[in-house]
């Protein structure tokens, strides 16, 4: 096997027939540490709808490092995890294929749009079930932020974090997002066509109301989102009560269990 590819001899798992596909962006044998993430910065730039973890990936190796407690209790690890493919285990079967689609599909969409120049600017997220701690499968939220690149541009390192979803809702919209993050605006929705589980969602939102829920998800006052989107706080509300009665939503918490099952978050 080319030493180049993303493989571990021991701990091979399906992603890397993903990562593998695109050898000038994800191919890298560096064995240098790498700085720990700023996490604060990381955090800054999601939603945790509910309890979530996070864990840095090693692309040279798959291996993981630097994991939120949370990893523990909420999968039932007796010690951290030290390689993506005890992640992958825990992702449910039947979601696997969706999975492995949904990185190609950020993968390409980022070529389309040349993002790969500024990669560490975008973040990708969709769902899938994993197992947890009490046995059975819970719809988790994943959102992967790319954090270092070597000087040829390939990608090193990434922060995932998982959060679970299962108390805002059971269905998956099998939806990927690929949006700017750091004040880029970049919002890319795609669909997973090769299942037969999900329809359009009956509401279409504008790129400025998909903003603002952002930030309703995130639980942000109307200052805060104001102050974010750099619009007045009375255009915030504005908007809020729009998006609600076009959503058909009696407030917050109604709208962000909507826009995950429309693929909005």
Same mark, same amino acid.
């Given at each position: 096997?080319?030493?180049?590819?993303?493989?571990?001899?021991?701990?091979?798992?399906?992603?890397?027939?993903?990562?593998?596909? *695109?050898?000038?962006?994800?191919?890298?044998?560096?064995?240098?540490?790498?700085?720990?993430?700023?996490?604060?910065?990381?955090?800054?730039?999601?939603?945790?709808?509910?309890?979530?973890?996070? *864990?840095?990936?090693?692309?040279?190796?798959?291996?993981?490092?630097?994991?939120?407690?949370?990893?523990?209790?909420?999968?039932?690890?007796?010690? *951290?995890?030290?390689?993506?493919?005890?992640?992958?285990?825990?992702?449910?079967?039947?979601?696997?294929?969706?999975?492995?689609?949904?990185?190609?599909?950020?993968?390409?969409?980022?070529?389309?749009?040349?993002?790969?120049?500024?990669?560490?600017?975008?973040?990708?997220?969709?769902?899938?079930?994993?197992?947890?701690?009490?046995?059975?499968?819970? &719809?988790?939220?994943?959102?992967?932020l790319h954090t270092y690149k070597?000087?040829?541009?390939?990608?090193?390192?990434?922060?995932?974090?998982?959060?679970?979803?299962?108390?805002?809702?059971?269905?998956?919209?099998?939806?990927?997002?690929?949006?700017?993050?750091?004040?880029?605006?970049?919002?890319?929705?795609?669909?997973?066509?090769?299942?037969?589980?999900?329809?359009?969602?009956?509401?279409?939102?504008?790129?400025?109301e998909v903003e603002v829920i952002?930030?309703?998800?995130?639980?942000?006052?109307a200052a805060k989102a104001s102050?974010?989107?750099?619009?007045?706080?009375?255009?915030?509300?504005?908007?809020?009560?729009?998006?609600?009665?076009?959503?058909?939503?009696?407030?917050?918490?109604? &709208?962000?269990?909507?826009?995950?099952?429309?693929? *909005?978050?």
């Open positions: 096997m080319d030493k180049k590819n993303l493989d571990h001899p021991k701990k091979q798992h399906p992603l890397t027939q993903v990562w593998n596909s *695109y050898p000038d962006f994800f191919q890298n044998s560096s064995t240098s540490v790498l700085p720990v993430p700023s996490i604060e910065r990381i955090i800054g730039e999601i939603f945790a709808a509910g309890q979530f973890y996070y *864990y840095v990936i090693n692309f040279a190796d798959s291996t993981l490092c630097n994991h939120h407690e949370n990893i523990l209790s909420m999968h039932g690890f007796n010690k *951290y995890p030290v390689h993506l493919k005890e992640i992958i285990d825990l992702i449910h079967p039947d979601d696997l294929e969706f999975v492995m689609e949904a990185e190609r599909m950020c993968i390409e969409k980022m070529m389309e749009i040349n993002g790969f120049d500024y990669q560490q600017e975008l973040k990708s997220s969709y769902c899938f079930r994993m197992r947890t701690a009490k046995g059975n499968y819970e &719809l988790f939220h994943h959102q992967a070597d000087e040829n541009g390939k990608l090193l390192q990434t922060v995932n974090i998982h959060t679970n979803i299962e108390h805002i809702t059971h269905q998956n919209s099998y939806t990927v997002l690929l949006s700017g993050i750091n004040g880029r605006k970049d919002f890319h929705q795609m669909q997973w066509i090769n299942n037969n589980k999900t329809s359009a969602p009956s509401v279409i939102f504008t790129k400025r952002t930030c309703i998800a995130k639980g942000y006052s102050d974010f989107l750099n619009i007045s706080e009375e255009t915030v509300r504005t908007h809020r009560k729009n998006i609600l009665k076009k959503a058909d939503c009696k407030n917050g918490s109604e &709208l962000v269990k909507k826009a995950f099952e429309w693929g *909005y978050l």
